[in-house]
């Protein structure tokens, strides 16, 4: 979530040490941005995904938002029906090195 007179890189630092403990190194790109009213059936939310580099040690710091963070190598990656809302489409969209607006 954008806080009131946060712009986005600031943003990303931000949500990322929130929900997973690490550190912003820097943005690498944008991903995408997700519009979709079906994406969340408890509010329509725009979700914007970029690709960072991050460092540190994965832990969960707001459990109220995400219950589970870790790292995956390619080939362990989740099937699409692990993973909530869209987030699968937002995976695929970063592995095909496209930028997505939907």
Known sequence: MVKW????PTTLKRELAEETGLD???IQ?????YSSPERDSRVH??????AVQAKGNILVQDTGEISEA????????PKKEQL???NF?????????STAVA
């Open 84 to 86: 909530s809302y869209d």
């Open 70 to 77: 870790k790292a995956f190598s390619l080939d362990t990656l």
């Open 29 to 33: 790109r944008l991903v995408g941005v």
């Open 45 to 50: 939310s725009i979700c914007v995904v970029v």
């Open 89 to 97: 489409q937002q995976l695929q969209d970063y592995l095909n090195s």
């Open 5 to 8: 007179r946060e712009d986005l």
């Open 24 to 26: 912003l190194v820097s």
